[in-house]
């Protein structure tokens, strides 16, 4: 499958890693792909990420990756989301499938960081709302990245894994593809105004991020 | 124990029965208890209720409850429960503990309801704030009132309970009271600002009982 990561920090290079490992073509777009050097949030360097997937994968721009890809994934920040979208000229790609993986946190005051979902807006939304051509899928925002792509690495995988989004279509791509990263229980909560749920409990994860010391956390859904 | 319940609907009437037949000394706080026969939400009547306990507890004020109690619970709903506390008096009852199991849902805009905990303020620190005598705890807000006093009628007990306060001593004597009730895997959150993510928790939770229609269940937090 063809894959445009917008977005170059450690979600983005853990996914692409990933992606890569299973036979995908990604590119991975970044605001300035020519500066390979520069050390990325929670990850190494473009370059250091283009020798560890073999040189398999592409660095382009924002732009180039959601071209290139049938399915995009915005692992941006999640306050800088918008903006990224709209450089990748996100609206001029069609009726693709974006997986929004973000969270918009705000590190301002001080930690833990602000969670900026709120009762009546969340991201997903807002990015489904800008760009109504992509079909939106949250995912993927709820556990730290070494988590999304190794599942049985934490609990011998015995965790859950939400998504929500408007188009059942897109949601059963997605969830082939978290069944390929080895994911079991996945659970489909409803249209894209669900992720209000699934980035507000990101206040919930700070904390216990905080607790436990340790980002590798997840939740079951015990029913 | 002497408990003091703040509340009179299926939350107080759930954690008061389960509090009698534990042996504890209860009374249930309502704002009129001479009407007896109004059925309450998610609830029987007062009358039923003092039936199914044996007459072992009392019904009486909001303020007969708080002066009672070594140990009060607010059960009423989040956005009354500040003027609940106010005419009970919770500001002349000295340093008592207050659990909280409240949530500010509004429910005016239709379902699912609007979980007002924000990322600057929630109701708990709200009630901490405004009575600063009392040592809050919050805890029994992420689970639906049968699982509070029933975990193991869910996946045989494998899940967890959070709580967060800012008096150790006080979190000490609610865990003990949660291992009554055959809690296990209780963690402790930190400060009353840890509340935010617990009661912002429960916009995941209400798209999980939308999801799963039931609202018996709850998460582990596996780690």
């Not at 990325?40 to 020798?51: H, I, P, Q, V, Y």
């Not at 009762?119 to 988590?147: G, S, T, Y």
């Amino acid at each position: 499958m063809k894959i445009g990561l917008i977005g170059s920090a450690g979600v983005a290079q853990t996914l692409g890693r990933k992606l890569v490992e299973l036979g995908h073509d990604v590119v991975l777009g970044t605001r300035d792909p020519k500066n390979l050097d520069e050390k990325k949030t929670m990850a190494g360097s473009l370059r250091e990420w283009l020798e560890a997937v073999q040189h398999k994968a592409k660095v382009a721009t924002f732009q180039a990756a959601a071209a290139h890809g049938d399915i995009l994934v915005n692992a941006t920040h999640g306050q800088s989301s918008l903006a990224a979208l709209e450089l990748a000229g996100a609206d001029k790609v069609g009726a693709k499938v974006l997986i929004d993986a973000a969270n918009e946190l705000d590190f301002s005051q001080g930690m833990p960081p602000a969670v900026l979902a709120a009762h009546d807006r969340c991201l997903a939304e807002d990015i489904q709302r800008a760009f109504p051509n992509l079909k939106v899928v949250k995912a993927f925002n709820m556990v730290a990245a070494p988590v999304m792509v190794d599942p049985k690495s934490l609990g011998g995988g015995d965790h859950s894994f939400l998504i929500c989004g408007n188009d059942a279509g897109a949601k059963a791509q997605v969830t082939d593809l978290l069944k390929s990263f080895g994911w079991s229980d996945i659970i489909d909560l409803g249209d894209i105004s669900a992720a209000r749920g699934l980035e507000a409990y990101l206040a919930l994860w700070i904390r216990l991020w905080g607790k436990l010391q340790t980002p590798m956390l997840n939740i079951k859904i015990v029913r």
